[in-house]
């Protein structure tokens, strides 16, 4: 924890769960990914955290932004991005959408498919589009799915299509899967990318971006690999498939560049078990699934916790959240331990909680208020 969210947290006297959010971590994590891959741009992607004070800092560092709907790009030239640093990276848009994000001055697109690309040839004229390939996100902790991309072969006529409809067939786009901690899971997707570069100029278009995604790691419970680790075995890549000729590349990362500035202060509702000597004890937090904890589903996300406490001897706990839901249980197949001392009103902290926590909170699920953002 940074010493400024410790102070923070000493003089907070609001009641109920909230995440902090350090802004100097932010910037060093921003200042990281520049010196990885210096000739790469980065483009925060907005989902993670589109908190105004966030995307203040991050615009004011020179930062560009990818964004998936309209009030994304909003939110973005807010905090200061022009609209030349903003890209439209959803694959899935509506046609009046992509007219309002034009007529904001955006011209960088996504697409994964044909009826995309008529889309934005319809409201968005010589716009530049790029088609997003189909990853299979091994080695992620959050890994996506079929939802975005099509298959490299199929990308060649997708671009093809857009180029005689107008538009810049400007590059190729993947996403090797969120938290991504194997740091040659780019090599495969850009030796595709290259593949496609090489058939569109069989085809007399000239490609000129890879975008390199998002997937860049938080550290929860393990240590992760470095920012430069990434940019070291990023550019190796590049270099291995695309020789001298190395495109124009550009950067996505979410998690990585807002994960570890955030924490989330929770207070212990209720300790209990299921039966008379039962050795796991339930605890319940004030937070959940629905108050911003959703990536625990499946357990696929598992935070770092802190007590006040530490140090005790500890045992093994269901952690569940407050709601009336029965899914709202967050680590129940693999218990976590905590201090057999811990008591009821004791506050917890969970680590590395500044990406996708705020925006995942319901409204008022059980007339719980959306969790409470504090950036400072
Ligand atoms: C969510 C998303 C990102 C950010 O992914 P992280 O794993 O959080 O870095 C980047 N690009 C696109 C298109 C995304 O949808």
Same mark, same amino acid.
């Given at each position: 924890m940074t010493d400024r969210i410790r102070e923070f947290l000493k003089t907070r006297r609001e009641d109920g769960p909230c995440v902090v959010v350090d802004l100097?971590?932010?910037? @060093?994590? %921003? #200042? #990281?990914? &520049?010196? #990885? /891959?210096?000739?790469t741009r980065v483009f925060y992607a907005v989902k993670a955290n589109p908190d105004a004070a966030v995307l203040k800092a991050l615009a004011d560092m020179g930062s560009c932004f990818d964004t998936a709907s309209v009030v994304e790009i909003e939110l973005a030239l807010a905090a200061g991005a022009s609209a030349e640093r903003i &890209?439209?990276?959803? $694959? *899935?848009?509506?046609? +009046?959408? *992509?007219? +309002? #994000? %034009?007529?904001?001055?955006? +011209?960088?697109? @996504?697409?994964?498919? %044909?009826e995309e690309v008529e889309k934005i040839a319809r409201v968005a004229p010589r716009a530049k589009v790029f088609c997003r390939i189909l990853c299979d996100g091994a080695g992620a902790e959050w890994? /996506? &799915?079929?939802?975005?991309?099509c298959e490299p072969e199929m990308a060649v006529d997708v671009l093809e299509h857009a180029h005689r409809l107008g538009l810049q067939a400007y590059g190729v786009s993947f996403?090797?899967? &969120? =938290? =991504?901690?194997n740091v040659n899971a780019w090599d495969q997707a850009l030796s595709s990318a290259a593949g496609i570069f090489a058939e569109c100029a069989e085809r007399g278009i000239s490609l000129s971006m890879?975008?390199?995604g998002g997937g860049f790691p938080t550290k929860y419970l393990q240590d992760v690999p470095s920012a430069k680790a990434y940019g070291e075995a990023i550019f190796d890549a590049l270099r291995k498939h695309f020789g001298n000729a190395i495109p124009? $590349? *550009?950067?996505?990362p979410g998690r990585g560049m807002v994960g570890n500035a955030g924490m989330i202060e929770t207070e212990v509702v209720l300790i209990s078990r299921k039966a008379e000597g039962e050795a796991v004890r339930w605890v319940y937090l004030d937070i959940g699934k629905f108050g911003g904890l959703a990536e625990t589903m499946d357990e696929a996300i598992r935070y770092p916790l802190r007590t006040p406490r530490d140090g005790d001897d500890t045992a093994p706990c269901v952690l569940a959240g407050p709601t009336c839901d029965s899914a709202d249980v967050l680590y129940e197949k693999t218990p976590v331990d905590l201090p057999v001392s811990l008591s009821i009103g004791d506050k917890i902290l969970i680590e590395a909680c500044g990406a %996708?926590?705020?925006t995942y909170s319901a409204v008022a699920f059980n007339g719980f208020p959306p969790l409470k953002s504090y950036v400072i």
């Open positions: 100097d971590v932010v910037r @060093a994590n %921003y #200042a #990281a990914f &520049s010196r #990885a /891959l210096p000739d &890209s439209f990276g959803n $694959t *899935i848009k509506k046609e +009046r959408d *992509i007219e +309002r #994000a %034009y007529k904001m001055g955006v +011209r960088l697109f @996504a697409v994964d498919c %044909y890994p /996506l &799915s079929r939802k975005f991309g996403h090797v899967g &969120s =938290q =991504q901690k890879v975008n390199l124009e $590349t *550009i950067m996505e %996708y926590t705020t």
